[in-house]
């Protein structure tokens, strides 16, 4: 059973703190990795996509991935109360047709003004 | 808005009825896919469809049916429902599934419906 895994949080920061989310997958195949981000009532919405080691930066978000320790992270800039949501990573598994992404339950973030 | 509609947005039904949640997406993808979103629990796939053709069942009971006409629309047929099956269902389309790169594993997901059974 390929598996996603990520600590539910809450993670609770101050303002303009640097927010750092984990993630962790099982499927030493995995080429593509995601991170949505999904407000309370709301449907998951892409933040980041990264297919390669190392950093990648998007304005206030860098995703950062090393596939020799399945690892996956996702850092937030000067954090605002607007960050707060769940914030859900997704890995794609599988081959061909069976190709799918396999998620996280997702980390609670909570940014305090 | 990211080019994937559903409707209706919220439905409330009884265990007899029977009732169809409908999925657009005007993004010129191959691939859409159900999932169940239910509270403490990861987003379950349900059904994924690529180029109108069913490529995965993730063992779902056959009171859920799904139908795909064409690749913009979907559907997710719904009858005897049990009050367990009440949940956010999210629609999500990708450009394809399996077709090399892999950046076509991008998904863009629907507003979702809120189904509550009684």
């Known amino acids: 059973q390929k598996e996603v895994e990520q600590n539910s949080g809450p993670l609770s920061v101050p303002e303009g703190a640097i927010a750092s989310l984990n993630c962790t997958y099982s499927?030493?195949?995995?080429?593509?990795f995601f991170w949505y981000r999904q407000y309370s009532g709301k449907s998951p919405e892409l933040i980041m996509s990264i297919y390669s080691n190392g950093d990648k930066e998007d304005g206030r978000f860098t995703a950062q991935l090393n596939k020799a320790s399945q690892y996956v992270s996702l850092l937030i800039r000067d954090s605002q109360p607007s960050d707060s949501a769940t914030y859900l990573c997704?890995?794609?598994?599988?081959?061909?047709?069976?190709?799918?992404?396999?998620w996280g339950l997702g980390t609670s973030l909570a940014v305090n003004p | 808005e990211t080019g994937v509609t559903q409707t209706p947005r919220h439905l409330v039904m009884g265990m007899t009825n029977k009732k169809s949640l409908k999925c657009e997406q005007h993004l010129g993808h191959n691939a859409m896919y159900w999932y169940k979103q239910s509270a403490k629990k990861p987003l379950e796939l349900m059904f994924v469809?690529?180029?109108?053709?069913?490529?995965e069942n993730n063992s779902v009971p056959s009171r859920f049916s799904p139908e795909c006409p064409n690749s913009s629309h979907l559907f997710l047929h719904l009858h005897t429902l049990q009050p367990e099956d009440s949940a956010l269902y999210l629609c999500?389309?990708?450009?394809?599934?399996?077709?090399?790169?892999?950046?076509?594993?991008?998904?863009?997901f629907g507003p979702g419906t809120r189904l509550t059974v009684l």
């Open positions: 499927d030493r195949g995995s080429q593509s």
């Open positions: 997704a890995v794609n598994t599988g081959a061909g047709n069976n190709r799918k992404l396999i």
């Open positions: 469809y690529n180029f109108k053709e069913q490529t």
């Open positions: 999500a389309s990708s450009q394809d599934v399996g077709l090399a790169p892999v950046k076509t594993d991008t998904q863009y």
